[in-house]
């Protein structure tokens, strides 16, 4: 009824201001008579809401996100002018324009009253926030005996390191995660594998395996396929390989829920999860968790809104960037804009909506990725001011899940989590002229663009490229400068993933080997290994196994690096390099040429092979460094002085701490295998899931 009375004085206020919006007949009405007028088009427009707007938006359900955000006001608009059709004797009218400010503006009011409303009502706010919960609670078949020990909720602040988390607690940018530090949280880092970015590692902490997962995306020979990690089939693809590999459906397969994840986990409530994103119908359960928020329409104005605003702040805040003279840069143009205001405003609206609903329905273990600060991070440098202001707004989330978990059926232990960091420093291009790409083109005396050409790199790469072939075959370039190859084979691909890149050869069924790349292309891989922007390759050698190369002309035998010796090409991307190295030189998948970047240990700078000003994928500074934040009530991660490595090892840590509140975790069965997209494993013949021996509370160090 106060939401009533509100959007009515609203309606009655709008109608003063607007022009071309009107509650009265022609000849006038009085204010008794225009206040009924109001009540009736505020009483129609909030019906039609209710129960108009779920079935419009289950409609549109395989609409996109971003042209779903655009359509908002355009459909809130059009249920305004059918509440004022309905109005009897005809007295609403508003031309289409002023319906969709109309209609914003009173959704709005009426979401702001029913939520101060529900802050100084705690049952009003558990109702508000539960009503689709308990909904689908009792579709489950959820009754009173259903077990209320304690639940987990693991959050993962995309991107953020554990160097980046220190120091917004300390500075008072984060002061929710500032009050969890040393008082109920310990605050644990841990090292990525070599391939430090989202799909190794959440597939490693949700699956338990992310084995052949050499980078972000790469080249398989076998399947002449290439796989980008946040591709839908993709996602799809190295889910069931994790599942088939641990027989196993993963860290969710217990009642839980994944949200905005790439991978499931094995659970069965999804929303916002991209390895079920390509299915289409029913099956698709993450759309319709997606869609089950914007089915109340003032979750959908309010935050269509925060898109518009958000659009609105990075055309500002780039802008400034440029007038500013920022270094380093890179384009914020095209769809970027729109592409950052779905990470920050509409996928973390969505997910907080999601997990603070799977509290209130008192699920026993969710997953969540909130991904805003890396999306912008890239584009604005993880220690930028628009990065600082993302992890600002993250930990506002924060603090409201911590709330709801007080009126949650059980009480709820909140893990804070990442999946690596992110390092500093001018794109590979930026810096040397030419993309990676062009310099390997060079390098095998292929075409490449004039720019390139005129680069210092380019033009070195091309003579270096001459004088080897000429020196090699005896032959002298043709009247335009090209090379004579024949029969040389297909051109190499070359796919970046932050400052790792993956080179292969796709004529070449094989691993190629350093002497086959040699005789193909004499001077590719010096050119490589000497480039100032380079810190090393990885090549195998038929002689001496896999190899390490570096600049002038260091070739050292990857067997015979060892860890923390101080010395060889790896050391000073710090500990554990080699060994994060030598797990992915096993991988079945691993390309014919590895290329990290330069790293600089005094500035943390590394050169992304991608148009990223903040990266992730490779070795090198405050990438590797993720970390884990958790209740003092679970035991420690590792014993003090050990490391924490691997996302796998992680996996196996959260899978501890599941079982100190609840319970063994049971393996994939019938209906989890079908949701990973694999055949029921459930009878197979394999081994237990290895113990890790638990003394005094804490988990020794294993090697990867």
């Not at 810096?431 to 083109?441: E, F, N, P």
Request: charged fraction near 20%; aromatic fraction near 6%.
């Amino acid at each position: 009824m106060v939401v009533w009375g509100v959007s009515t004085a609203t309606m009655l206020a709008l109608a003063g201001l607007l022009p071309d919006f009107r509650l009265q007949s022609p000849d006038g009405d009085s204010i008794t008579r225009t206040a009924v007028t109001a009540g009736w088009g505020a009483g129609a427009f909030g019906l039609l809401g209710a129960l108009v707007w779920p079935v419009i938006v289950r409609a549109l359900l395989l609409v996109p996100a971003l042209v779903l955000g655009l359509l908002v006001f355009f459909l809130n608009g059009s249920l305004l002018l059918i509440a004022l059709w309905l109005i009897p004797d005809g007295r609403g009218a508003a031309d289409p324009q002023t319906a969709v400010v109309v209609a914003a503006v009173m959704s709005a009011v009426a979401s702001a009253t029913s939520t101060a409303l529900a802050v100084r009502d705690d049952d009003a706010y558990r109702r508000r926030l539960s009503r689709l919960a308990h909904r689908r609670g009792r579709r489950r078949g959820d009754g009173p005996g259903r077990s209320r020990a304690p639940g987990t909720v693991f959050v993962q602040l995309d991107g953020v390191g554990h160097d980046v988390l220190l120091r917004a607690a300390e500075s008072g940018v984060m002061p929710t995660v500032a009050s969890w530090l040393g008082d109920t949280h310990r605050l644990t880092p841990w090292r990525t594998d070599w391939s430090s970015q989202t799909g190794a590692s959440q597939l490693g902490i949700l699956h338990g395996s992310n084995h052949d997962v050499p980078a972000f995306r790469w080249y398989e020979k076998d399947r002449r396929r290439i796989v980008v990690s946040n591709r839908p089939a993709s996602a799809a693809e190295l889910q069931r390989r994790a599942v088939e590999r641990t027989a196993d459906g993963g860290l969710l397969t217990v009642d839980g829920a994944s949200r905005g994840n790439l991978f499931g986990g094995g659970a069965d409530q999804l929303a916002l999860v991209l390895s079920v994103a390509a299915r289409r119908g029913r099956a698709n359960r993450s759309r319709a968790g997606y869609f089950a928020y914007f089915s109340d329409p003032a979750n959908a104005v309010r935050t269509a809104v925060s898109f518009v605003a958000e659009v609105a702040r990075e055309i500002g805040e780039s802008t400034r960037a440029r007038l500013r003279g920022d270094e380093p840069r890179v384009g914020r143009g095209g769809l970027y804009p729109f592409i950052r205001a779905f990470a920050t405003v509409v996928e973390r609206d969505v997910v907080v909506a999601a997990v603070m609903g799977d509290m209130l329905a008192g699920r026993t273990v969710v997953y969540a990725d909130l991904v805003g600060y890396d999306e912008v991070a890239h584009h604005s440098g993880p220690h930028s001011r628009d990065a600082q202001a993302v992890l600002e707004r993250l930990d506002r989330s924060l603090a409201l899940i911590a709330e709801v978990a007080g009126h949650a059926p059980r009480t709820y232990r909140i893990v804070l989590l990442s999946d690596h960091g992110q390092s500093p420093g001018s794109t590979f291009e930026d810096a040397y002229g030419l993309t990676l790409r062009d310099l390997v083109r060079a390098g095998c005396g292929l075409p490449v663009p004039r720019r390139a050409e005129r680069s210092k790199s380019g033009a070195e790469a091309r003579d270096a490229a001459r004088n080897a072939l000429r020196t090699a075959l005896h032959r002298d370039v043709d009247e335009d400068g090209e090379l004579e190859q024949a029969g040389a084979g297909s051109d190499p691909i070359v796919l970046a993933s932050g400052n790792l890149a993956l080179i292969s050869f796709p004529d070449v069924p094989h691993r190629v080997s350093r002497e086959e790349i040699q005789r193909r292309y004499p001077a590719l891989l010096p050119t490589l290994a000497d480039h100032p922007g380079i810190g090393f390759l990885l090549v195998r050698s038929e002689r001496h196994g896999s190899v390490v190369l570096a600049a002038g002309g260091a070739a050292v035998p990857l067997a015979a690096l060892e860890e923390g010796d101080g010395a060889g090409p790896l050391a000073v991307f710090g500990p554990g390099a080699v060994e994060a190295v030598r797990r992915t030189d096993g991988f079945p998948h691993v390309a014919d040429i590895m290329v990290n970047s330069m790293y600089d240990p005094r500035t943390g700078v590394v050169h992304a092979f991608e148009e990223q000003i903040g990266s992730h994928g490779g070795l090198g500074g405050e990438q590797s460094k993720a970390f884990l934040l958790s209740p003092l009530e679970l035991s420690p991660p590792v014993p003090p002085g050990r490391e924490l490595v691997g996302a796998e090892q992680v996996h196996r840590v959260l899978r501890r701490w599941l079982r100190e509140c609840e319970g063994p975790q049971v393996p994939i069965g019938t209906r989890a295998a079908r949701s990973a997209g694999v055949p029921d494993i459930s009878r197979w013949d394999h081994q237990p899931e290895e113990e890790i021996p638990v003394t005094e509370g804490s988990v020794p160090d294993e090697k990867m």
